[in-house]
């Protein structure tokens, strides 16, 4: 198969997220899948093996869930991706899509939790602030708020009698360490955890039985994220206390006994169960890669979502059967990942290289810098990356500090410095790979997508002479710009990462912008901007374009009509296809891989 046939079959090889089974009814289940060229949500009927897709909007659907009767699908309406809208639902075997509830205002989405009682909680935000609205699904009673705060709010969850709300919060001012208060449906506060300064709490959900109070939640008293067991009304803590290295996440056993308890190590994952009677942890065998998502079933076994870097995703089972495929081709197999560490200004850096097939270092060489920057680059399947290596290219990711995985006190780093203090680490593996003889230094581009956009053009603008090329997709160019359009949730970000809003540091925001050295960048630069972006607005980025145009500076760009992230699969590829031929323009065009085992 040819290179760009490869690569392209990755894009439209069918894909779907783990089905998430209603609680009561554990027959019925959602996802999302591509299967017809856009991400849209499906339902699986699993006493029947009947599906069927329940949205079909022109850029697709990004969020859903079942209510744990299984009675409904509820699913989020906006208007091309620009993630303000209102949350609609439809009887599970299909039938008349209808508002939430009709007295539901709009806005941006801040979480959704959905009770076995007739009840829903829904979390928004819009210019005003934050609200939590409880609702009394198919009654005329108005939505009542039962919390509201110009600091961030997400909703984490509801009890399965509806009795206990959890809500996130950072009334205290930092929103990258939460505090979790539980409410009750008339507002009244039942309990809170708050352990202070740069120790945030995170819920997960409420135990699976009607009668049962205790939520699951990750604390961070110990310099990563760990599992706690809670009872908000009497105040009972139980910390999880786990000899596994990396990052934990947690969810519940259909019965309360058990947690189902994820480890992050070096960017794979691996699963256990923890009895919570008698405290024994039991590993799940799972392939060697990452667990994108995983949930237990009623009869015990583990149902998870997997893929590595050189396999395509699959739906699979602790007991080794397949859940679920979709029909089509599969996917193309990809090469596997090389780990490396290499000493950094701020301790040892996790990186991933991938190197092309057939071809002989030093290579032309792809900086794929991730988003977030709470985010991590693993071992997943990711078409956008093999795209690369296809075509002759090796990419090396990075995971600097402000990356998740690998503790609090990494994650936190960034503080004071934004944006130079990740480019310091890039810095630090980029000699590392020419040192090595991995990476040409003359043919080297830097590209991103979000904050990795925004990387990108403040390392275009301070490492001038390192970089042959830049691809900035959905880039942040002028942090206080962008906080003038950005939602509620970004801007509570934006406040917490620079220790206040652009009218309190304007020095910290204007230091940290790209456009503040726009006139330094000499490398050619390809941007790639989504016309209802809520997340990177449009606004902030046309005033960088144009002075980029004023300047005189060398630079193409791609807008496409729809919000932060593509979820049209003909799309992605034409993405893909623009920033490989800008590439190949100013690198040279390396040699392609056309046959692959």
């Not at 506060?189 to 120790?199: C, R, S, T």
């Not at 009677?277 to 949930?295: N, Y």
């Not at 995985?405 to 934004?418: C, F, H, I, K, T």
């Not at 990476?439 to 990795?452: E, K």
Request: charged share 20%.
């Amino acid at each position: 198969m040819k290179a760009e046939e490869r690569w392209q079959a990755r894009f439209r090889a069918a894909r779907m997220t783990l089905p998430t089974w209603a609680r009561m009814a554990p027959s019925r289940a959602v996802y999302r899948c591509n299967i017809s060229g856009v991400w849209e949500i499906h339902a699986w009927d699993r006493a029947t093996g009947a599906s069927r897709q329940v949205t079909s909007r022109p850029r697709g659907t990004s969020h859903a869930a079942i209510d744990p009767t299984g009675q409904w699908i509820w699913w989020f309406s906006d208007t091309y991706g620009d993630e303000f809208g209102i949350w609609m639902r439809q009887p599970f075997h299909g039938g008349p899509e209808i508002a939430a509830h009709p007295d539901l205002a709009p806005g941006h989405p801040t979480g959704l939790a959905l009770s076995a009682v007739g009840t829903a909680v829904v979390g928004r935000s819009s210019r005003h602030g934050f609200q939590v609205l409880h609702i009394k699904v198919g009654s005329d009673d108005k939505p009542a708020v039962i919390y509201e705060s110009r600091e961030f709010t997400q909703v984490a969850g509801i009890s399965l009698d509806g009795s206990l709300i959890a809500v996130s919060h950072s009334e205290h001012g930092d929103s990258r360490h939460p505090a979790l208060r539980v409410i009750r449906p008339n507002g009244s506060v039942a309990g809170e955890l708050n352990d202070g300064p740069g120790k945030g709490f995170s819920g997960v959900r409420f135990a699976p039985a009607m009668a049962d109070r205790r939520i699951l939640a990750l604390h961070e008293r110990r310099g990563r994220r760990e599992p706690l067991v809670w009872d908000p009304v009497t105040g009972e803590e139980r910390e999880i206390w786990l000899r596994v290295p990396g990052e934990i996440t947690a969810d519940w056993y259909h019965d309360g006994r058990a947690l189902l308890i994820g480890h992050n190590d070096r960017a794979r994952t691996e699963l256990y169960r923890y009895d919570l009677g008698g405290g024994h942890l039991t590993e799940i065998k799972t392939p060697h890669g990452v667990i994108h998502d995983a949930m237990p079933r009623p009869d015990g076994t583990v149902e998870y979502s997997w893929s590595s870097a050189a396999r395509p995703p699959a739906i699979r089972a602790s007991d080794g059967h397949v859940v679920m495929n979709q029909s089509g081709p599969s996917a193309p197999p990809s090469v596997p990942l090389e780990d490396v560490l290499v000493d950094g200004p701020g301790g040892r850096i996790h990186a991933l290289v991938s190197r092309p097939s057939p071809g002989s270092p030093p290579y032309p060489t792809v900086f794929l810098l991730h988003g977030g920057p709470a985010a991590q680059d693993d071992d997943s399947f990711m078409p956008n990356v093999a795209a690369w290596v296809d075509m002759g290219f090796a990419v090396v990711r990075v995971n600097y500090r402000g990356s998740t995985g690998y503790g609090s006190a990494w994650r936190d780093a960034l503080r004071g410095d934004v944006g130079h203090i990740e480019l310091a680490d890039v810095a630090a593996v980029r000699d590392w790979a020419i040192n090595q003889g991995v990476a040409d230094p003359d043919r080297m581009v830097l590209a991103g997508a979000s904050w990795g956009g925004f990387l990108t053009l403040l390392g275009l603008a301070t490492q001038p002479k390192w970089w042959a090329a830049g691809i900035a997709a959905v880039p942040i160019t002028d942090h206080a710009a962008a906080y003038s359009d950005e939602t509620e949730g970004l801007r509570a970000y934006h406040r917490a990462l620079f220790g206040g809003s652009p009218q309190e540091v304007p020095e910290l925001y204007a230091a940290s912008s790209p456009i503040s050295y726009l006139d330094s960048v000499e490398a050619p630069l390809l941007v790639l901007a989504g016309e209802n972006d809520p997340r990177s607005p449009i606004r902030q980025i046309d005033k960088y374009l144009n002075k980029l145009a004023e300047g005189g500076h060398d630079f193409e760009v791609y807008r496409y009509p729809a919000g932060h992230a593509a979820l049209v699969i003909e799309e992605r590829i034409r993405q893909m296809a623009v920033q490989i031929e800008f590439a190949c323009k100013h690198v040279g065009a390396p040699q392609p891989a056309d046959t692959f085992s």
